[in-house]
C-alpha cells in the first residue's frame, strides 16, 4: 500500500472516530437533560401534592341563620358551622369560615372567590346548574311566620292580597315569587332573617316564608313570641354544602367522606339536637 493510500485511510479512520465521538456527546447531553426534566416533573408533583395538602379552603356560612350559624360571644355557631367543623376535623383539611348575607355566597362561589359553602342552602335543580352539591346533610322544609295576633292566614289559600317578607335568594322567596301573580301579592326582599321577621312583627309585611327549623328556633328563643307558625309545611327540602361547577372536587368529596362519617359516629345527631329538640 503506497504512502497515500495509508494517509487517506488514516484520515478516515480519524473522520469516523470524530463523528462517533461527537454523537457519543449529542447522546450524553440529551439524556442529562431528560433527567433533569423528569427531575424538574417530580418535584412539580410533589409541590403540588403538597400545596393540595397545605391548602386553606375559604368557606362561607350565612351570618344571620340561627340555628345554622349565627355569632355568639364574638363567635360563630349552630349546625352548619360545628358540622363543617366535625367533617374538616375527620378528613384532615384547613378551611377559613367566611359569615357573610346570604345574597353574596352563589356569587361568591360561582366566580371562585369562594372555595365551598355551608350556608342552609337548599338543593335545587336551579341551582345545580352552577353549583355542585354534596349529598344532603339535613332534611328541611318551608313555612309560614305571621304576627302572633294575625288570625286571617292559617292556610296558603288566605295569601291573596297579602304582602310576604322573603330573604333574598331563598326557597322562601322563589316561592314567593312563583306565586306572585298568583295571590297578587306584594312582595318585600331583606337581606337576612331577622329583618325580614321584624317586618312581620312591626306588621309592615303579612308573612314571612322561612325554612320551619329556623323559625322553630327563633320562637324558642322568644321569651314573649310576636310571632307564629301557621299552616303545613308547604314542601320539603334538603341542605346541601356547595361548590363551584366542576371545581374543588376534591374538597366536596372530602366534605362527603366526612359527613359520612360524623353520621355513622353519631356525632352529627349531638350537633343536630344540640340546637333543633325534638
Not at 298568583?182 to 308573612?207: H, L, R
Request: with cysteine; net charge positive; aromatic share 10%.
Amino acid at each position: 500500500m503506497g504512502k497515500e493510500s495509508l494517509e487517506n485511510t488514516f484520515l478516515e479512520k480519524t473522520y469516523i472516530l470524530g463523528r462517533m465521538f461527537s454523537m457519543m456527546k449529542k447522546l450524553i447531553a440529551v439524556t442529562m437533560v431528560v433527567a433533569t426534566l423528569g427531575t424538574a416533573m417530580i418535584g412539580c408533583g410533589n409541590n403540588k401534592e403538597a400545596d393540595t395538602a397545605n391548602k386553606k379552603y375559604i368557606i362561607a356560612t350565612d351570618s344571620k341563620f340561627a340555628p345554622f350559624a349565627f355569632e355568639k360571644d364574638g363567635k360563630y355557631t349552630g349546625i352548619d358551622v360545628e358540622i363543617l367543623e366535625a367533617v374538616a376535623k375527620s378528613e384532615n383539611f384547613k378551611y377559613e369560615l367566611k359569615p357573610m348575607d346570604f345574597s353574596g355566597i352563589i356569587p361568591g362561589v360561582v366566580s371562585n372567590q369562594l372555595d365551598g359553602a355551608i350556608a342552609g342552602m337548599s338543593i335545587t335543580d336551579e341551582r345545580k346548574k352552577t353549583l355542585d352539591f354534596s349529598d344532603s346533610y339535613f332534611e328541611s322544609g318551608l313555612s309560614m311566620v305571621v304576627s302572633k295576633d294575625n288570625t286571617t292566614i292559617t292556610k296558603l289559600d288566605d295569601l291573596k292580597g297579602k304582602v310576604f317578607s322573603v330573604k333574598k335568594g331563598t326557597a322562601g322567596s322563589k316561592f314567593a315569587e312563583d306565586n306572585k301573580e298568583k295571590y297578587g301579592a306584594t312582595i318585600k326582599y331583606f337581606e337576612d332573617s331577622p329583618s325580614m321577621f321584624q317586618e312581620v312583627t312591626n306588621k309592615n309585611a303579612d308573612v314571612a316564608f322561612e325554612d320551619y327549623p329556623v323559625i322553630g328556633y327563633k320562637l324558642s328563643l322568644d321569651k314573649e313570641p310576636t310571632l307564629k307558625m301557621v299552616g303545613d309545611k308547604m314542601e320539603k327540602n334538603y341542605y346541601g354544602f356547595a361548590v363551584n361547577k366542576g371545581k374543588n372536587q376534591d374538597l366536596l368529596k372530602k366534605f362527603n367522606d366526612g359527613l359520612k362519617k360524623i353520621k355513622d359516629s353519631g356525632e352529627y345527631d349531638k350537633i343536630v339536637n344540640k340546637y333543633i329538640k325534638k
